[in-house]
């Protein structure tokens, strides 16, 4: 077996603080602190030794530690003004670029952007793809947000002559002028009361809210706005893919189907809990 190198420093601090970082970080061992180590570097660590251990035992996620995440396809820079990029919303990605393969899809908008997860892996498959699209739009409430995106897409180096893309502040759809035939949101869908105690402590402790969670009493007005205007916003046979929580899917297949969507489908994601709906503004032809 090949030995693991982690600095001294590190190896006591992990064995004499174990039972803390296990609550902070379920499943913490030698070989996620190495690929910690790798993410923040070596020297890095050396030179705020004191600084990092004291964030590690506050349970301070490790990406924010590191100030990065690799999410699908690409290597996200992150900060405590964007959610961290989740594994099973890649399945959001895989299901968008499935549509980009079989149907034609000539602008997209990825609402609540954050990083960039979601937008960014996109641009990535047509950039290596050399597909070209006419809007290429990507909208947060957060300008903190967009800034953290602005930067990921600094580093995806896009090629313009594939369509320009526009980063958008913008509360819903306020700020959204153009229709779409690909409308992508993984939105804030965690009543803030009802749903909280299933939300990791570590989330809820440095995860933006305004990201994660929606006031219980306006939870259900909330998504009939945006679920009317996604509608309003999408092109004749356009299609719509947001990620939302668990126990309130299958009632919001009911809101969409009131407001026009057709093609109606929840998706699992790899636990088995439904985490996805896939719809069209109109059924095809």
């Known amino acids: 077996m090949k030995k693991i190198n982690l600095p001294k420093e590190l190896v006591s601090f992990f064995d004499t603080n174990l039972k803390e970082l296990e609550e902070n970080y379920p499943g913490i061992n030698k070989i996620v602190l190495l690929r910690f180590l790798d993410d923040l570097g070596v020297d890095q660590y050396l030179g705020a030794t004191e600084e990092i251990h004291t964030k590690l035992l506050k349970g ?8 990065k995440k690799f999410f699908y396809d690409f290597e996200f820079s992150l900060n405590e003004d964007v959610l961290i990029p989740r594994f099973e919303t890649e ?8 549509l980009i393969k079989e149907k034609s899809i000539n602008s ?4 609540g952007v954050g990083s960039g997860a979601i937008f960014i892996n996109i641009l990535k498959y047509l950039k290596e793809n050399s597909l070209k699209m006419n809007h290429l739009h990507a909208s947060d409430i957060s300008q903190k947000a967009l800034d953290v995106c602005e930067k990921n897409l600094t580093k995806l180096t896009w090629n313009k002559a594939l369509g320009q893309t526009e980063l958008i502040k913008s509360d819903l759809y306020k700020n959204i002028n153009n229709k779409y035939d690909l409308i992508l949101s993984n939105p804030p ?20 809210h305004i990201a994660l969670y929606l006031a219980d009493r306006e939870y259900d007005a909330w998504f009939d706005d ?10 004749e046979n356009g299609y719509f893919i947001y990620e939302g929580h668990e ?3 299958e009632s919001q297949a009911k809101q969409l189907d009131s407001f026009g969507f057709k093609s109606i489908e929840l998706i699992k994601d790899l636990t088995g809990r439904y985490r996805f709906i896939k719809a069209m503004k109109n059924k095809e032809v």
């Open 189 to 208: 869908y965690i009543k803030e009361n009802a749903d909280r105690a299933g939300v990791h402590r570590q989330t809820d402790a440095y995860e933006p």
């Open 108 to 111: 997209v908008l990825d609402l």
């Open 60 to 67: 301070i996620p490790l990406e924010y530690i590191t100030k």
């Open 247 to 249: 126990d309130h899917l």
């Open 226 to 235: 945006f679920f009317k205007n996604t509608f309003n916003n999408l092109n």
């Open 91 to 98: 399945i959001l990605v895989h299901e968008a670029i499935n």
